[in-house]
Structure formats: structure tokens, C-alpha cells
């Protein structure tokens, strides 16, 4: 079974701030994990991926995030904000097998101020 | 290239009525995904088509819920009847064929359709 904890419904910086929104996973198979990120009215769109290469994965917009296995994580990281990373963002987990289903988080939501 | 379109983009129906949603994938993707947001909840998987077959049903809630994909291209979803808990948003996600069963497709998600039960 797999499961996706994100830390945080709500998140607030500043602009110029670091943004770091968590997410912890849960998975008896070796897992895929995604960022997605959804803008006012729009559909998700994918920020970034692990799909077992690298540890540390660069995505869309500035944004990374980096795969631990130790802790279970991949949290996702922007050293500096913008007002137009102001979204919702879902962190989701599928299986390594082709096709199959995406588990998300519940999302977290950043403001950005200035 | 088009991307995943859904339509209505909006429905607002009576409890008891019948609302069928639609999606059409990107053209040439075999795999078609639908799922559903409730308010304040995850986003969560109801199906997955391979081409027209139901490759797996297992989010479907309940028998109201019949989803269809024939000719392997657009989807419909249909509610029916409606009830109060069916309100919330649903995505449909469209990705190409496999070319192995480690590879790797990115899922490409439509705006979705937000539904409201009354």
C-alpha cells in the first residue's frame, strides 16, 4: 500500500523567502514521486519527478526536490519565492509499473507576499 | 498540441438527476485516468483506461458511477442518480502507451469539472 503525508495545508513566506513544502510517503514497492502544482482555474501540471535516477531532481519554475529514503520524504524546495508561485501544490506517489494510478497528499496551499 | 480538455467546466444539478462529464485525452494517448477531489480532501483515483478496456475500477464508489471510453478515444463519466457527497472537482489525466513495464509516462491532467450536488 502507499500513502503521501504532506506537512501543512496552509504555507505563508515572502517574497524572496525560501519556500520548502514537505512531503512524507509510504510505500511497500519502490515508488515514483511527483510534484504537481495547480494555478487558479487551471488543470495540475507537473513541477517535477523521481523516477529512481537521481536524488536530487530539478523541475519547471526554479523548483527541486530531493528523494531520502531514510526518511521517507521528498520534500520540495525553492530558494527564492515569487509572487507567482502563489498555488496549490500536491505531492503524489504511484508504483514503479507503467500505468498505474497516482496516490496524492491532501495539497498545501502557498501564499506569497510582498 | 491540444492538451486534456474536460467539459463542462462547471455543473450544478439537483440530488436524484443525472450529469455525465466528459474528457478528451491528447490525441494518440492510450492511457485515460479519471479522479475526483473532494472539497477538503486528496485528490483521489477512480479509474484507468488502457485504450477502451477498463484496466482498473477499483476508486469507483458505487454502481451510480459508469464510466465508458469507447473507441479508445474521448471518456465519459456519468453520476446517476446524483446525491450530496458526489460534489467535488474530477480531473481526467490522459499519458501515452508503455513502451516497458519500468518506463515511465508522465500523466497530463485536464482543468477538470467541478460538480455541485444540490
Known amino acids: 500500500a502507499q500513502s503521501v503525508t504532506q506537512l501543512g495545508s496552509h504555507v505563508s513566506v515572502s517574497e524572496g523567502a525560501l519556500v520548502l513544502l514537505r512531503c512524507n510517503y509510504s510505500?511497500?514497492?519502490?515508488?515514483?514521486l511527483f510534484w504537481y502544482v495547480q494555478y487558479p482555474n487551471q488543470g495540475l501540471q507537473l513541477l517535477l519527478k523521481?523516477?529512481?535516477?537521481?536524488?536530487l531532481v530539478k523541475g519547471i519554475n526554479g523548483f527541486e526536490a530531493e528523494f531520502k529514503k531514510s526518511e521517507t520524504s521528498f520534500h520540495l524546495t525553492k530558494p527564492s519565492a515569487h509572487m507567482s508561485d502563489a498555488a496549490e501544490y500536491f505531492c503524489?506517489?504511484?508504483?514503479?509499473?507503467?500505468?498505474?494510478?497516482?496516490?496524492f497528499g491532501k495539497g498545501t496551499t502557498l501564499s506569497v507576499s510582498s | 498540441e491540444a492538451g486534456v480538455t474536460q467539459f463542462p467546466s462547471h455543473s450544478v444539478i439537483e440530488k436524484g438527476q443525472t450529469v455525465t462529464l466528459r474528457c478528451d485525452p491528447i490525441?494518440?494517448?492510450?492511457?485515460l485516468y479519471w479522479y475526483r477531489r473532494v472539497m477538503g480532501k486528496e485528490i483521489k483515483f477512480l479509474l484507468h483506461?488502457?485504450?477502451?478496456?477498463?484496466?482498473?475500477e477499483s476508486g469507483m464508489p458505487n454502481n451510480r458511477f459508469l464510466a465508458e471510453r469507447t473507441g479508445g478515444t474521448y471518456s465519459t463519466l456519468k453520476v446517476q442518480p446524483a446525491e450530496l457527497e458526489d460534489s467535488g472537482v474530477y480531473f481526467c489525466?490522459?499519458?501515452?502507451?508503455?513502451?516497458?513495464?519500468?518506463?515511465?509516462?508522465?500523466?497530463?491532467f485536464g482543468p477538470g469539472t467541478r460538480l455541485t450536488v444540490l
Open positions: 489525466a490522459s499519458s501515452p502507451g508503455t513502451s516497458g513495464i519500468f518506463s515511465y509516462n508522465e500523466q497530463f
Open positions: 490525441s494518440g494517448h492510450d492511457n
Open positions: 510505500s511497500s514497492v519502490p515508488p515514483y
Open positions: 483506461f488502457v485504450k477502451e478496456s477498463k484496466q482498473d
Open positions: 503524489a506517489v504511484s508504483s514503479n509499473q507503467a500505468g498505474t494510478a497516482l496516490i
Open positions: 523521481y523516477t529512481s535516477a537521481a536524488t
